[in-house]
């Protein structure tokens, strides 16, 4: 959520971040809102000083003998005053809290305007590899071998789902011990969270109320709302929520693996069949909660560490980072990890780096005490996939493929797999 006090001050350069993201806001009628929110706050405030002053004298005239009808009188007309006036404040502070929570993260003043058009490839790793046979799509492959079973995965779950079998699901592992190894050794700390999240938890990650349409709600006999988890990053910011942590605590490094569920609605194109875009898919994702002078060295950590396991596994890909139109909502700067994929003739994303600044951290009301002198401020949050293998899977398969339809086995990952060099087909 964006902070009401920046709004209030710079209400023009506000709207000019969010026309970066091609966003029209006139903030005009909500700051007349809000002042005439906060003069009915104060003129209640002085309506509740006076009823404390006249309540306090009725023991004293009773005391004296004195009639005190007429005073009973004033005290009952200012308190069905004050209370038509709360109920009115918090009308106004509900309606509000809506506004704000439909509005997007403001883009970082070193974002640029625009959509998918305007993003900028910062580093390329690797080369795209020249074959000397045809190559194969990653979908032949993983058939061939034996490693992914679509047609039965079709069957127990419908379009969009697979199933690992062989030596895909022992690739497919070895890739997640992979990241879950190299985040220890980072010194991150492994978190196992529930699937299953409350309204609260998509709040907070500042995916509802706008982004209800891409999730899957679970529904229950206790009647509360409920939905499978899209990315770890929606159950690893509420890991604070409501919460002030000391700023010794802070950075607070975090990971967690999951498998990740999305409707992913609407049609894509052909050239996305197979693992591409899935309703299901395994993820491995980064997080920090930071004090906010930390948080842009803190990102970089990310983007590094995001990169370093694509080139562990000696794969290529582009650094890109994304214009204001292609961030999402609750991201004030992302850099996505866009990995080759040779049967598309082009780059798809295994790994989205991203800092929220105090966005979330606002509607998640996380926070934490300055050490000098005991101030409260949000924190801020950052995330990355780190990574997300329903992509790295088929990247592997069509850049290590060999004539034969075999598929070399990255290096890193052999210890893994007991040894194994090459996925041969069956």
């Known amino acids: 959520m964006l902070d009401i006090v920046y709004i209030r001050n710079n209400p023009e350069e ?3 971040k969010l026309a970066k993201r091609g966003l029209s806001v006139d903030f005009s009628e909500f700051l007349e809102k809000d002042s005439a929110r906060r003069a009915l706050m104060h003129t209640t405030e002085n309506l509740k000083a006076e009823r404390n002053k006249k309540s306090a004298l009725i023991p004293k005239l009773k005391k004296e003998g004195q009639d ?26 509900k309606e509000q809290e ?11 003043d070193d974002v640029v305007a625009g959509g998918k058009e305007a993003n900028e490839v910062v580093k390329t790793f690797g080369e795209q590899r020249t074959f000397d ?3 194969k799509h990653h979908v032949d492959l993983l058939t061939s071998t034996g490693m992914i079973d679509y047609e039965r995965g079709a069957k127990l779950s419908g379009s969009g789902y697979w199933l690992y079998t062989g030596m895909g699901a022992r690739l497919e592992w070895a890739l997640i011990n992979y990241f879950v190894d190299a985040h220890l050794a980072d010194g991150y ?3 196992m969270p529930p699937y299953l999240l409350n309204y609260e938890a998509g709040y907070a990650a500042g995916q509802f109320p706008k982004f209800l ?11 509360n709302f409920r939905f499978l988890l899209p990315t770890a990053e929606t159950a690893l910011v509420n890991f604070r929520r409501d919460e002030i942590m000391a700023e010794a605590d802070l950075p607070h490094k975090l990971f967690a693996y999951t498998a990740c569920f999305r409707r992913e609605a609407g049609s894509h194109g052909a050239n996305e069949r197979g693992m591409i875009r899935g309703h299901q898919f395994n993820k491995v994702e980064m997080f920090q909660f930071a004090k906010p002078e930390d948080s842009e060295n803190a990102l970089d950590e990310l983007v590094q560490k995001a990169c370093a396991l694509v080139e562990g ?3 290529h890909y582009q650094l890109v980072k994304l214009a204001a139109g292609d961030i999402g909502a609750a991201m004030k700067k992302t850099y996505d990890i866009e990995i080759w994929i040779p049967s598309m003739g082009g780059y798809k994303e295994v790994s989205s780096v991203s800092n929220a600044g105090a966005y979330q951290a606002r509607r998640g009301n996380i926070r934490f005490r300055r050490d000098e002198d005991g101030r409260i401020e949000f924190c801020h949050t950052l995330n990355g996939s780190g990574l997300a293998t329903s992509r790295v899977l088929p990247a592997i398969a069509e850049q290590n493929q060999q004539a034969d339809g075999s598929i070399i086995v990255p290096e890193v990952l052999r210890p893994y797999m007991g040894g194994i060099e090459l996925i041969r087909p069956l």
């Open 68 to 93: 005190t009808a007429s005073l009973l009188d004033e005290l009952k007309t200012l308190s069905n005053t004050i209370h038509s006036n709360d109920e009115s404040i918090d009308e106004m502070q």
């Open 213 to 223: 349409e891409d999730i899957f709600e679970i529904r229950s006999n206790d009647d």
């Open 133 to 135: 046979f045809e190559p």
């Open 98 to 108: 809506v506004f704000l929570g439909g509005l997007p993260n403001l883009p970082a």
């Open 14 to 16: 506000a709207a000019a």
């Open 189 to 191: 700390e492994m978190v």
């Open 313 to 315: 596994l000696g794969l």
